[in-house]
């Protein structure tokens, strides 16, 4: 074919060597290709936009040094109860699961990066606004702004960059938005040690002002720019993200060959095409069991359960916490493209809910050390015993065990897989239904986190969550597909030939 003979045209351009002439097959194409492929500049557009989840993981981590802090403060007007508390711990997860919708249409209608871009300024205002509160409403107000960039964030960042990288190393570098979320709240876990609630407030608002300055030298998505017709930025966003020597133009000639629709909008009609509907399922339950899990209910309230699990030093364990997050996210970010997504989504899965139903186990054998034996875990910390040395070591290990999980699968994962299982012209729709998803359960979860120690009591809660882990494991076995080393074309053109779910 005639087009075949120029795309091989364009791949030997200033291919010299002795196999330049002789390519045969898509795989030698993508080798040629990618043999002149820079990613200086790929990094360098990642690492900007992964200042937005950046600014989340301070979002999420503010509450916990913050709460015992405003709990006990000297002025009336700004002291926090205990619903309160509960409420400034969770009212985040509201804005973010409301704004979840608005940035589905936002990333539709005008583009990825402007988006991105937009969201940092509701991050700004919102820590002003806590900076400068005089009551608890503004807390509240300063809170639920900071949700609402949190959930544009958490559905444009991970849609830009996999729009952005290539299958080589797609995995990776979308594996940094949950990376970059954990190191943010290990900085407001550690800057809580040093700082109070209004110069932590201040140090929370440097990574959205940033993002907002840096992102106006980065590029929109090359597959954003083709669906709007516009090859020749298309191509010149590529050029800047794949470095000169690269033949852009293969690679936007495979973009444009792959997506027929690229063109169309999304029709509520598409969702009877199973190109549609059998990942947006897919994307809907990673989110229910990435929160089912209970990693947000454990991160908002890390201080209290050291705390009710009578460690002495709660503020610098939650600091740890962060620490081994950080650590393992990493970790997960650097195998990921070799290990795939599937499997370390099972290992992850495996992991916590042996450590949940462990966590169970410790507070359940607490619950016997005092009475009455439906004791919770305020009741223990009324007590005041400390646990026994083995049981609080158990405590620690199942604590550590949990997080490293997460960090390694169900952390970085779902949101990787949300950004590459979507056809182009449901993206944003569906991204915007699992955002929403994702935070509505992780609103239900925090706030009822409380009443389900007091309902189920503490082993029985952690028991529940380690049902839903188990579950968890069962559901990737079955429905999720490997992605691993593929184009977003491809794993599409995948869905849509499946026989079943």
Not at 25 to 47: C, H, I, P, R
Not at 307 to 333: H, M, P, R, W
Request: proline share 5%.
């Amino acid at each position: 074919m005639a087009e075949q003979e120029e795309r091989r045209r364009l791949l030997e351009v200033d291919g010299e060597g002795a196999g330049a002439g002789v390519l045969t097959g898509l795989m030698s194409e993508q080798d040629a290709y990618f043999s002149k492929v820079k990613n200086k500049k790929l990094y360098l557009a990642t690492f900007v936009a992964v200042l937005g989840p950046m600014s989340f993981g301070f979002v999420l981590g503010y509450s916990s040094p913050v709460i015992p802090e405003l709990t006990s403060i000297t002025d009336p007007r700004l002291r926090l109860n205990s619903n309160q508390a509960s409420w400034f711990g969770s009212i985040v997860t509201v804005g973010a699961a409301v704004s979840g919708l608005l940035g589905g249409r936002m990333v539709e209608k005008i583009g990825r990066k402007l988006t991105l871009m937009f969201c940092a300024l509701p991050f700004v205002f919102g820590f002003v606004i806590i900076i400068a509160a005089q009551n608890v409403w503004m807390l509240y107000m300063g809170r639920v702004l900071t949700g609402l960039a949190s959930g544009v964030t958490s559905l444009v960042v991970p849609l830009y960059i996999s729009e952005m990288a290539h299958e080589r190393v797609r995995g990776t570098l979308g594996s940094c938005v949950q990376l970059m979320v954990v190191t943010g709240i290990m900085g407001a876990y550690l800057a809580g040690l040093f700082m109070d609630w209004r110069w932590l407030a201040i140090c929370c608002s440097i990574p959205p002002t940033l993002l907002l300055v840096f992102m106006c030298f980065m590029p929109e998505t090359p597959r954003f720019l083709l669906s709007q017709g516009k090859r020749r930025e298309a191509e010149e966003a590529l050029r800047f993200l794949r470095g000169p020597d690269a033949p852009v133009e293969w690679e936007c000639a495979r973009i444009e060959d792959a997506c027929d629709e690229l063109s169309s909008s999304f029709q509520m009609s598409d969702l009877k095409d199973p190109g549609v509907y059998k990942p947006l399922l897919i994307g809907v339950m990673l989110m229910v069991f990435q929160q089912m899990s209970g990693i947000n209910a454990i991160m908002f309230y890390a201080e209290n359960i050291f705390e009710q699990a009578n460690f002495k030093e709660s503020d610098l364990a939650s600091v740890i916490v962060g620490l081994i997050q950080v650590v393992f996210t990493a970790v997960a970010a650097l195998i990921m493209d070799k290990a795939g997504r599937k499997v370390l989504l099972i290992i992850s899965g495996v992991a916590m809910a042996i450590s949940t139903m462990v966590f169970g186990v410790y507070f359940y054998l607490m619950s016997k050390l005092h009475s009455p034996p439906t004791v919770t875990l305020s009741v223990m910390r009324a007590v005041g015993e400390g646990p026994h040395p083995n049981l609080a070591w158990l405590a620690l290990a199942s604590m550590a065990v949990f997080i490293m999980g997460f960090a390694l699968g169900w952390g970085p994962i779902p949101w990787l897989v949300m950004s590459e299982i979507f056809p182009v012209k449901a993206r944003g729709f569906a991204s915007a239904v699992c955002v929403l998803t994702n935070w509505s359960m992780a609103f239900v979860v925090t706030k009822s986190f409380q009443d389900m120690m007091s309902l189920l009591t503490s082993a029985g809660t952690f028991w529940l969550f380690a049902c839903a882990c188990t579950v968890s494991v069962i559901f990737t076995i079955i429905f999720i597909p490997e992605t691993k080393g593929k184009t977003l074309e491809q794993i599409e053109a995948n869905f849509r030939g499946m026989s079943g779910p």
